[in-house]
C-alpha cells in the first residue's frame, strides 16, 4: 500500500544545512516531490525527483534518493530564516496520477 | 504567468447547507486535482479530472462531495449538507497532463469551517 512518513519538526541555526527526510513505502513510485508550504499559504513545488536518479541538485536545494532503502532526502544549504515553514515529500505511482503525502516536517530555523 | 486560483479563500457556512468551491487551473493545464488538508487526516486527494477522460473519483470520501470541470478549465467542488468533519483547507492542483510532467501546481487554498 501508498504510505509516506516524515519527521515532524527539524529545527536548525541559520547559516547551517538542514535534511529533510522521508521514507516511502510503494516501489512502484515514479516521481518523487518535495513541497514547501508557508503558513497560510497553498504548496510551493520545490524539486521533484524521477525514481531512476540517485541526486538532483538545484541551487540551495538537493535531493538523494535511495531507492533500495526507499528513503528520500531534501538537503537545504545555508539554511536562511525564510526557509522556516512546513515541508511535505509526495510521491506519485506508476498508473495513479494523485500524489500521496506525507504528514510534513516543520523547520524552524534560529537567527 | 498566473497560477492556479481558487475562490473564495474563505467560506463559513452552517451544517446542512450546501457549499461550492472554485477552481481557475493555469492556463494551458490539461489535467486537475483536488486534496483536502485537515489536521486529523493530512492532505488527501479527493478527485483527478484529464482532458476529456472520465474523472478519477476514487477519493471523494462520501456521495455528498462532487466535482465537475466545464470546457477542459474552471472545476467546482460540490459538498452537500456540509457536516462538521467537512472543514478543512481545499487545494486544487493543475498540471500539463502529457505524459513527460507530473509535476502539480497547488492554488492558495479555500479555507472551509462548518459551524
Known amino acids: 500500500g501508498e504510505d509516506v512518513e516524515q519527521s515532524l519538526f527539524l529545527s536548525v541555526r541559520e547559516g547551517d544545512s538542514s535534511v529533510i527526510n522521508c521514507t516511502y513505502t510503494?516501489?512502484?513510485?515514479?516521481?518523487l516531490y518535495w513541497y514547501k508550504q508557508e503558513p497560510g499559504a497553498g504548496l510551493q513545488l520545490l524539486t521533484y525527483i524521477f525514481s531512476n536518479m540517485d541526486m538532483k541538485q538545484d541551487q540551495r536545494l538537493t535531493v538523494l534518493l535511495n531507492k533500495k532503502d526507499k528513503h528520500l532526502s531534501l538537503r537545504i544549504a545555508d539554511t536562511q530564516t525564510g526557509d522556516s515553514a512546513i515541508y511535505f515529500c509526495?510521491?506519485?505511482?506508476?498508473?495513479?496520477?494523485?500524489?500521496?503525502f506525507g504528514s510534513g516536517t516543520r523547520l524552524q530555523v534560529q537567527p | 504567468g498566473a497560477g492556479v486560483s481558487q475562490s473564495p479563500s474563505n467560506k463559513v457556512t452552517e451544517k446542512g447547507k450546501d457549499v461550492e468551491l472554485r477552481c481557475d487551473p493555469i492556463s494551458g493545464h490539461t489535467a486537475l486535482y483536488w486534496y483536502r488538508q485537515s489536521l486529523g487526516q493530512g492532505l488527501e486527494f479527493l478527485i483527478y479530472f484529464q482532458g476529456n477522460s472520465a474523472p478519477d473519483k476514487s477519493g471523494l470520501p462520501s456521495d455528498r462531495f462532487s466535482a465537475e470541470r466545464t470546457g477542459g478549465s474552471v472545476s467546482t467542488l460540490t459538498i452537500q449538507r456540509t457536516q462538521q468533519e467537512d472543514s478543512a483547507v481545499y487545494l486544487c492542483?493543475?498540471?500539463?497532463?502529457?505524459?513527460?510532467?507530473?509535476?502539480?501546481?497547488f492554488g492558495p487554498g479555500t479555507r472551509l469551517t462548518v459551524t
Open positions: 509526495a510521491e506519485s505511482i506508476r498508473g495513479r496520477r494523485a500524489l500521496t
Open positions: 492542483a493543475s498540471s500539463p497532463g502529457h505524459r513527460s510532467s507530473y509535476e502539480q501546481y
Open positions: 510503494d516501489s512502484s513510485s515514479t516521481y
